[in-house]
């Protein structure tokens, strides 16, 4: 490589890591003049760089934002990352599967073999599902209103296969927190203004109005933050409590056993063959079958509401089985 050529990536790799560089400093750590870093400063932004000259008594530089996106200069790490965060992007669902491809085969096609090596061993698998994509259009204008605490104002489809309609309902108007992903869709986390209450919609099915409304203060969320809100959310809890539905069983299987299926539950050992667990759910019968699910006689410790909750599924059980043959 020539030596202009290696010098100007040596500078360029300075400026993209450090906010302000003094010329002084830069000519000495790539060892050259000050008229030297001039000059090389001047083909920099020949090729698109926006460098901004510093003023005071020792002077410098500064690489800011320009208009067009010029060549980028990674180190191996930064390299890396990016190439997972893409193999990443192309399952999120937001939209830019495409271009996340297309930019990862850019990505890995300048990659020297030792970086390639690394990366090819990181490979995520998108599995289909039923999950329809947000537009990333409608992601960008969520994820800006959120950003600029700007009223928000959309028509929302409230079934998956609906069309929103704008003469028949008036559109939501809400205060946007965040913008999440939970279960393969993207959610948008929001203060409704109009049910006063705070709210997840689906992005998929909002249609934004232009312009936005009135900048706001933001509300605090419930639980604190933003996971614990919308885990507790999901789970059908409207506070810190975690599942609104929680019981406790005795199973005739080994602790060990029921471990490997439990990711949320308490489990304690008994005896060799028989341990005590403590599961939530979102609902009493959905508990009651969660816990059938384990081929094993059960005795309930408690509450009422869960014993309730195995008698409407037998009852339910025995008809189906009845129906049936």
């Known amino acids: 490589m020539p030596k202009t050529s290696a010098r100007l990536l040596s500078l360029l790799s300075l400026l993209q890591a450090h906010r302000d560089w003094p010329g002084a400093l830069l000519a000495e750590r790539l060892e050259i003049s000050p008229r030297t870093v001039r000059r090389d400063v001047d083909r920099l932004r020949e090729l698109g760089y926006p460098i901004a000259a510093i003023k005071g008594p020792d002077g410098g530089y500064r690489l800011d934002a320009g208009t067009e996106l010029p060549p980028l200069l990674f180190d191996d790490e930064q390299a890396v990352a990016l190439a997972v965060a893409l193999q990443i992007a192309i399952t999120s669902g937001a939209g830019i599967e495409e271009a996340a491809m297309r930019a990862l085969t850019t990505v890995r096609q300048v990659m020297p073999a030792r970086l390639r090596r690394r990366i090819d061993t990181f490979q995520v698998t998108p599995v289909e599902t039923a999950n329809p994509q947000a537009d990333s259009s409608v992601l960008a ?7 600029a605490r700007e009223v928000l104002r959309f028509e929302y489809a409230s079934t998956q296969t609906a069309e929103s309609d704008s003469a028949a309902t008036p559109p939501r108007r809400v205060q946007p927190h965040h913008l999440v992903t939970w279960g393969g869709r993207w959610y948008l986390v929001a203060w409704d203004l109009d049910r006063d209450d705070w709210r997840t919609f ?23 933050d933003v996971i614990t809100f919308v885990t507790n959310r999901f789970q059908g809890s409207t506070d810190s409590g975690g599942w609104p539905c929680r019981g406790e069983v005795i199973l005739d299987l080994p602790a060990a056993t029921v471990l490997d ?8 050992e008994l005896a060799p063959d028989r341990c005590r667990l403590v599961l939530g759910s979102w609902s009493w019968p959905a508990l009651a079958a969660a816990l059938g699910r384990f081929d094993a006689d059960i005795e309930v410790i408690g509450p009422p509401e869960l014993e309730t909750a195995f008698g409407q599924l037998a009852r339910r059980y025995a008809k189906a089985a009845r129906s049936d043959g």
């Open 141 to 147: 204008a969520l994820s800006a209103a959120a950003h």
């Open 261 to 268: 299926y439990i990711h949320e539950g308490l489990v304690e």
């Open 202 to 224: 689906r992005a998929d099915r909002i249609a934004p109005r232009t312009p936005t409304g009135p900048r706001f203060t933001p509300r605090e969320l419930p639980g604190g």
